[in-house]
């Protein structure tokens, strides 16, 4: 696992925040249909770095307490949703958010849960939570095979940055969701296309904990082989960028 976890964003929250995608409010339809949320659940955001994932739930009216230990991107979410009330922001970690006991009826992790020590999470999880304990583990991610651009994109990806091979098996891992839901869970995918100019293009590629950093010698051509890619692939300064949201839900045994 990455010991790095609560700190390799520290110098991304303002680009983060600014160009990491949202989530639609799909998912929190799909969430109702599937009686995961019900009117007046009280949701914890474990991981909620600048806001982005809590925002769709807040836009239903859902009572959400986001949970961050990095304190720039706890900042930043503080900011984003300053005009919620219905938002509180606590300091802390997967392993001990300082929520009181059987004090939230669900938690979910938006492009965080793949950082988790499981087994130390799954026991908070399994403190905070009230009966019957659903967590929901969600991630905005690129599909790979979409299009030329994805199948290039993934392809640089790969080629200059080492981290990014590693980091990309743990996403919707089987293998450690089963481990995570030990009576099993549900995986399902929803669509949330987006079209980028190269300003949020670049901005997304920045966002990444993995890249180049600028002063490593492999930036610039990094940088020159996406925007090569970007150029090839553009229509009208645009480009199609094919996301989907990985949804795994289940109970947490208590």
Not at 72 to 78: L, N, V
Not at 163 to 171: D, F, V
Request: hydrophobic share 40%; proline share 7%.
């Amino acid at each position: 696992m990455f010991t790095d976890a609560t700190t390799r964003f520290s110098t991304k929250a303002e680009v983060y925040a600014r160009a990491r995608p949202r989530y639609p409010d799909s998912v929190v339809t799909f969430l109702q249909q599937h009686h995961v949320i019900q009117p007046g659940s009280i949701i914890a955001d474990i991981g909620s770095g600048t806001g982005l994932s809590a925002l769709p739930f807040l836009h239903a009216g859902y009572s959400v307490i986001g949970i961050e230990p990095n304190d720039p991107m706890h900042a930043e979410g503080d900011t984003f949703l300053k005009t919620y009330t219905n938002f509180q922001s606590v300091k802390g970690t997967a392993t001990a958010t300082t929520l009181p006991a059987q004090s939230v009826n669900v938690a979910m992790a938006a492009q965080a849960f793949h950082w988790f020590d499981l087994d130390a999470t799954r026991t908070e999880m399994q403190r905070i939570l009230k009966p019957p304990g659903w967590f929901v583990a969600m991630w905005n991610h690129r599909n790979h095979n979409a299009s030329p651009l994805h199948q290039g994109y993934e392809a640089i990806l790969r080629k200059y940055c080492p981290e990014y091979h590693k980091l990309a098996e743990l996403y919707r891992s089987p293998e450690r969701s089963a481990h995570f839901f030990i009576n099993g869970y549900h995986d399902a995918t929803l669509p949330n296309p987006q079209q980028l100019n190269w300003e949020y293009f670049d901005a997304r590629i920045q966002s990444a904990s993995y890249i180049p950093k600028p002063t490593d010698a492999n930036y610039a051509p990094f940088m020159n082989e996406m925007k090569q890619l970007f150029d090839a692939n553009a229509i009208d300064g645009k480009v199609q960028f094919d996301l989907e949201v990985w949804i795994h839900w289940g109970r947490i045994a208590v």
